[in-house]
């Protein structure tokens, strides 16, 4: 986007916040701290995320210090301090950061507290989107966002090309394998992360309990899960409908089948389902239980969708190994059976097509995700939705050309044309007279235009340019208007029988004799040859809109009446008298006009 | 723009009622019920004589609110859940299409609260059975109404006797989830556009929790309706005044400051009961106003400066220990309080009160809505103070009443009636239970068994007529404590809040007249109940943007003489979000060459000199027949043709099109025009 250099850097941390992904939020923790106190940027941050936040970083900064014995990064007053320098933002509140800068929050439905960031920057608006999910599942609702009028959009697309199948399917299919395995006396171990996954996994299985009268233990880690469960129960606006319909009388969080866990129960016999952290099984506890179980062929371990290479979750994924080797010394033999889990909170490649539809932006820059398919989803963007899309690299710089705008006054007149344009085009288009007029139609076409507005822009060096209407345009210049109209001058001839008959038929003159007539016509020839024309014109072309007037005739801009003097010297009709002869002068508004008149 | 003050509101439960014509559009400012107009109906196990009507209650709606066609309110606005009540009213109605914005928690707790009241009264229909008569009770009949003692007739009627036709039967659950589902639900600070003109948007109050107050933008107005607000509140978020800065209107429609205190007689009464009043010190308002501040920071000072929260912790302080000695005596205490946030403090310090002395004495809430309203208050830490969004961020509960429940301190049951809780009663105890009426709900059965109790407890607020409230339940001897609690700004910060808005133009309610001095700073108007006021328009005009690419197709023309340019602009007029923008046709923009103003006059010889180097030739001719200053331009060759030029118009005769076209060109060249 154009311009405001200091407003880049504000959004695009923002975002970076929003999405609670550890290695983001560490780079903010670290950015704020390198920087020292002269941080001039607001964090700005929905309730949820500033809540969970510091519990994820506490977490994050005790599996770098223990398990790698790494130097510390930043300490937990570190965490504290940056937390108080974040602002909580609610969904769809607009908070105007500075003079230019609008943001605002849209509920994005990837974890609890994700949002979609939109920004303003004077006329320029974008929006951008971590991870977001279009569809709803047992926690969270789906992504919700309205239509906006947007410059850009930055969507992130790491399942660019990936087309889920039916969540339902999914889910029985997981709750079949836990089944079996419990009925069979076994263990299941589900590795996750605190946050998301385990809720919804959770609310499964503690809804499968219910209906299938389990007694089977669920045990949940001790710590950070149940920690981070007393957020969900508070921050009930932020999760799914379902669960804000309903906790009133019961919150869905809190969970009949679930218990915290403790050390012993580990080698205790009986089948139970344990929720350990962390997800990939890198370390931590996880890692305790999975050397346990994983040995015995009876037990079952769930992995996500996804996990980092090295890590021992990968390891099972990729293959079916049958031992493990932890370090030099260690190995674990895995004789149980692993279950991979899609529950991925990330949108899919339609889920994307749908978001970017739905907005409509201007441009599209897709970040986060493999190249190629990218490039796919880039090309399926550009074909099917016609938007410009880029998928830049790291550190390439993209512009983006924005619709600059020009403030300017308008008057009330002018506003009020407009939409009296639009109105009377909308309602009348037509004026009444027959479509075999051809002139006519040239005729609508002048009218049809008039539902743009037309207005005069006057630039003043040392105002704002105003627009005014014509009228406003000669009060303010002080001068008045120098009409200009067209006539044609023309003889029209008038039939002596019918200058009679007209006669009779008004009443004025009943009994006249034929060799007056011509003097009667000639006392008021102007009244009676524009009534005689009038009912001519209308005999012949079917008008409806000639007002007749005892001076002149009127047709919309056309005036006709008769006159008085014979500049241009007509050529003579052979065959009619003189006293029949009627100059009629045609007065077109503005416009050149043809008349013709049937004689 | 035009403001009717439907009702100045009587107090915190009654919120003051507006019309608003903006824009071409008509808003309706909250929409209360006047529940204290229901304290002339008798409770039902009312035993003693007295004048009171033994009827259905019916419910006192906005009087002129009748007065307006409701099919042509466009807009409602619900500042506080009190303001809520009236709304079935008007949701029922056929012809009713207006959109109803409120926040989100203002929309929870109103449709708690209408509920509740519609179970509450669900008793009296039990007890009278069907109405026989359901368009006009037997009591609304003349004679029965004059039968009413003078103070009862006053409060059916209203002083002026035209208030009767505002009673109405309530409204039924049906009508409520109905109205439930009309009401769109607002973050504090999200944006909603009604019909691209007006743009909503809400900033707390701090009066409750989700009170707010609204600006609204529109393409020519900015205004900013400011309800009741607190600066600092111990539970709600508090008064959000900086996001209300920069807009030029200000309907300020906090009439807490100028309550006329008339409730209350000890005249005679006094004996029956101890009454206990904290009082508010607030004659000191005169020697603040008008003062000058220095700059905005004082000003803030001012303004957040702590006596009054200072004064309702002191107060609620106060209350509890009263509480705790009536416990003590062995008494029980009532406490029929419907200030959802009060309830919420009380709750939580009289249970340290009861902990620090080590009493066991239990807490009940009974009402039909407590456990839902209490799960509700918890888990929504958006809406609340900043001490208690601290306490989600630490991960504890935002209220101290689910760690009650949790204990089994604090019982929550939704009628009085039900078994679980006669096997867990004991007294003394402490109740708190709708309604503040003393007509409605729990708190009739129970102020029935213990008025006569001297040791028992009942706590009412300030604003409640005591006299009127306890007059069923008289012989009286229980104490009664009335208070006080903070309803709105103080008159001293009224000029300190407006000066830091910096409006142009503030409506003040008539009744502020004498109490506030005048700044000069911005136009003073004064509104009075059931008076249009109209309010001059600030701006002129409108302001529109146009696409800058649309300059490029323009083709001004300088006019020297007045330093400008002037251009003809054609293009499509589109309003969204309040902004009028100006977009370019989709066909080109085609100006025809002919131009179609002209100003300025003529002279004849330089048109002749324009029209000879056009190859045409002609002679100026005077026709003496015509009227003086007509002049008339006679082409010969290359065909005839006339130009008749006087000092307002210019007629082009010519027997051939192109002929003409071409003097028009000629003419166009020698004279001003756009």
């Known amino acids: 986007m154009e311009g405001d250099g200091i407003v880049n850097p504000i959004t695009i941390m923002e975002p970076a916040i929003c999405e609670k992904e550890y290695g983001k939020l560490v780079s903010l923790c670290f950015k704020v701290f390198k920087d020292g106190g002269s941080v001039r940027f607001q964090f700005h941050d929905e309730y949820p995320t500033k809540a969970l936040a510091p519990l994820m970083l506490e977490d994050y900064r005790k599996v770098m ?170 921050l009930i606006s932020w999760t799914s409908q379902k669960i804000k319909d309903t906790y009133a009388t019961r919150n869905a969080f809190d969970f009949k089948h679930v218990c915290p866990f403790e050390r012993s129960f580990i080698n205790a016999p009986g089948p139970c389902v344990l929720f350990a952290t962390p997800g990939m099984i890198s370390g931590g506890f996880s890692l305790e239980v999975f050397k346990q179980w994983a040995p015995s062929e009876i037990n079952l371990v769930t992995l996500p969708g996804y996990c980092v290479a090295g890590t021992i979750g990968h390891k099972l994924m990729s293959g079916k190994p049958t031992r493990i080797d932890l370090d030099k010394d260690t190995h674990i033999d895995v004789r ?98 027959t479509d075999s007029n051809c002139e006519a139609i040239e005729l609508f076409r002048a009218v049809e235009d008039k539902k743009e507005a037309e207005g005069i822009l006057v630039m003043d060096k040392t105002k704002r340019a105003k627009i005014v209407c014509e009228n406003e345009l000669m009060l303010k210049l002080g001068v008045e208007e120098h009409g200009v109209k067209f006539a044609y001058c023309c003889p029209v001839y008038i039939d002596f029988h019918e200058q009679t008959s007209h006669q009779l038929a008004s009443g004025s003159c009943v009994a006249l004799e034929n060799e007056n007539s011509s003097l009667e016509a000639a006392r008021s020839p102007k009244c009676s040859s524009l009534q005689i024309l009038h009912r001519r014109l209308e005999s012949q072309i079917c008008c409806k809109n000639l007002k007749g007037n005892p001076d002149y005739l009127k047709l919309n801009s056309i005036t006709i009446h008769s006159c008085s003097r014979n500049f241009l010297s007509l050529p003579n009709q052979g065959g009619k008298t003189e006293a029949d002869q009627c100059n009629i002068s045609v007065v077109a508004g503005h416009q050149l006009i043809k008349i013709w008149l049937g004689s | ?155 059916v009627l209203g002083k002026d006797g035209v208030e ?79 996001s209300l800065q920069g807009n030029d209107l200000i309907l300020f429609s906090d009439l807490s400051g100028e309550v006329i205190d008339d409730g209350r007689n000890d005249a005679d009464g006094c004996k029956i009961y101890d009454e206990i009043v904290v009082e508010d010190p607030h004659s000191s308002y005169v020697s603040a106003v008008g ?85 509700s208050t918890n888990a929504m830490p958006e809406w609340l103070c900043e001490e208690r969004r601290q306490k989600l961020f630490s991960g504890e509960p935002l209220f101290g009443h689910t760690e009650l429940i949790k204990e089994k301190k604090l019982y929550l049951f939704p009628v009085l009636n039900s078994s679980n809780l006669l096997m867990i009663w004991k007294e003394p105890c402490l109740v708190f239970c709708p309604h503040w009426s003393l007509r409605l709900g729990p708190a009739v059965h129970l102020l029935r068994r213990w008025h006569k109790d001297h040791r028992s407890l009942l706590i009412l607020e300030e604003g409640v007529d005591a006299e009127m409230a306890l007059l069923p339940f008289k012989t009286l001897s229980l104490k009664v404590l009335q208070c006080s609690f903070i309803t709105g700004i103080k008159l001293k910060k009224i000029q300190p809040l407006l000066q830091m808005l910096q409006p142009k133009i503030v409506l003040l309610p008539d009744g502020l007249k004498s109490q506030l001095t005048i700044s000069k700073n911005y136009a003073h108007l004064y509104y009075s109940e059931n ?111 006339v130009i008749e030029i006087d000092s307002k118009q210019t007629v082009i005769s010519a027997a051939n099109e192109n002929l003409a076209a071409v003097i028009y060109e000629a003419f166009r060249s020698i004279c001003n025009g756009i």
Not at chain 2, 18 to 45: I, K
Not at chain 2, 54 to 75: E, F, G, N, Q, R
Not at chain 2, 534 to 552: K, N, Q, T
């Open chain 2, 531 to 641: 008076v249009a006021l109209r309010v001059p328009s600030l701006r002129e005009d409108f302001e529109a943007r146009i696409m800058r690419y649309l300059d490029f197709k323009l083709q001004p023309r300088i006019l020297p003489q007045e330093n400008l340019a002037i251009a003809r602009l054609k293009g499509r007029l589109r309003l969204s979000n309040g902004n009028y923008l100006l977009v370019p046709a989709e066909k080109p923009a085609h100006f025809s060459n002919k131009q179609q103003l002209h100003w300025g006059s003529i002279n004849p010889d330089l048109l002749l000199k324009a029209l000879k180097d056009k190859g045409l030739d002609g002679h100026i001719s005077d026709d003496e027949t015509a009227s003086c200053g007509v002049q008339f331009i006679s082409i010969i060759t290359p065909h005839e043709a």
């Open chain 1, 336 to 433: 149980c059976q692993i279950h991979q889990l899609s529950f991925s909170p990330h949108t899919d490649a339609k889920g994307i097509m749908d978001l970017v539809g739905l907005l409509s932006p201007q441009h599209v820059i897709l970040v986060h995700g493999e190249k190629p398919k990218m490039a796919l989803l880039k090309g399926r963007i550009q074909t099917e939705l016609g938007i410009q899309c880029y998928d830049p690299a790291n550190n390439e710089t993209v512009f983006i050309p924005t619709n600059r705008t020009v403030k300017t006054d308008a008057t009330k007149a002018f506003i009020k044309s407009c939409s009296i344009a639009d109105f009377h085009i909308s309602s009348n288009p037509l004026v009444g007279l």
């Open chain 2, 1 to 155: 723009m035009k403001l009717t003050c439907l009702s100045m509101g009587r107090g915190f439960y009654c919120p003051p009622c507006h019309m608003l014509e903006l824009c071409g559009f008509r808003v309706l400012l909250e929409c209360p019920l006047d529940l204290s107009a229901l304290t002339v109906f008798s409770p039902l196990v009312s035993d003693s004589a007295n004048h009171l009507i033994c009827a259905v209650p019916w419910y006192k709606t906005v009087k002129s609110l009748h007065l307006w066609d409701p099919s042509l309110i466009d807009l409602v606005l619900i500042s506080t859940p009190y303001a809520i009540l009236g709304l079935p009213f008007l949701t029922r109605l056929s012809g009713f299409s207006a959109k109803i914005y409120a926040t989100e928690a203002v929309a929870t707790m109103g449709r708690l609260i209408m509920e509740d009241l519609v179970s509450m009264h669900a008793e009296y229909a039990q007890f009278y059975g069907p109405d026989e008569r359901p368009a006009c009770p037997e009591w609304m009949e003349w004679e029965e109404l004059e039968k009413l003692p003078l103070d009862l007739r006053e409060i």
């Open chain 1, 65 to 234: 210090v223990e398990r790698r014995g790494e130097e510390e990064q930043f300490s937990y007053e570190h965490i504290i301090e940056c937390m108080k320098k974040v602002i909580a933002l609610d969904l769809k509140q607009t908070v105007n950061v500075d003079k230019d800068l609008q943001i605002r929050a849209y509920y994005a439905g990837h974890v609890l507290g994700a949002a979609m960031i939109y920004a303003k920057v004077g006329h320029d608006t974008m929006v951008y989107t971590g991870d977001y999910n279009m569809t709803p599942d047992r926690h969270l609702g789906a992504a919700q966002i309205e239509r906006l009028q947007l410059d850009l959009l930055i969507t992130e697309s790491t399942y660019a090309t990936t087309i889920r199948d039916s969540k339902y399917a999914r889910e029985t299919e997981f709750l079949k394998v836990v089944h079996k395995c419990i009925s069979r006396g076994g263990k299941v171990l589900i590795p996750t992360f605190a946050l998301g996954r385990a809720q919804e996994l959770c609310l499964l299985l503690d809804d499968y309990w219910e209906r299938m009268n389990l007694k089977v233990p669920i045990y949940f880690s001790a710590g950070l899960t149940i920690q981070a469960n007393m957020y969900y129960k508070m």
């Open chain 2, 164 to 242: 009767l036709g505002a009673w109405m039967p309530l409204y039924s659950a049906a009508d409520v989830k109905e109205c439930m589902l009309k009401v769109h639900s607002l973050r504090y600070g999200e944006e909603a556009c009604y019909n691209s003109a007006l743009i909503l948007k809400s900033f707390s109050s701090g009066l409750e929790i989700g009170s707010c107050n609204w600006m609204i933008n529109g393409p020519r107005r900015n205004v900013t309706y400011l309800s009741s607000s607190i600066f600092k509140s111990a539970h709600a978020m508090g008064f959000d005044y900086h």
């Open chain 2, 291 to 375: 003062a000058s501040y220095g700059n905005e920071e004082d000003l803030v000072k001012l303004l957040l400066e702590n006596h009054e929260n200072l004064e309702e912790s002191d107060r609620i302080a106060f209350i509890c220990s009263c509480v705790l000695d009536s416990l003590k005596e062995g008494g029980s205490v009532l406490i029929p309080i419907g200030r959802i946030g009060i309830v919420l403090l009380l709750l939580e310090k009289i249970w340290q009160f009861l902990e620090s002395s080590n009493m066991m004495v239990p807490i009940f809430m009974i009402s039909t809505i407590a456990e839902e309203t209490l799960a």
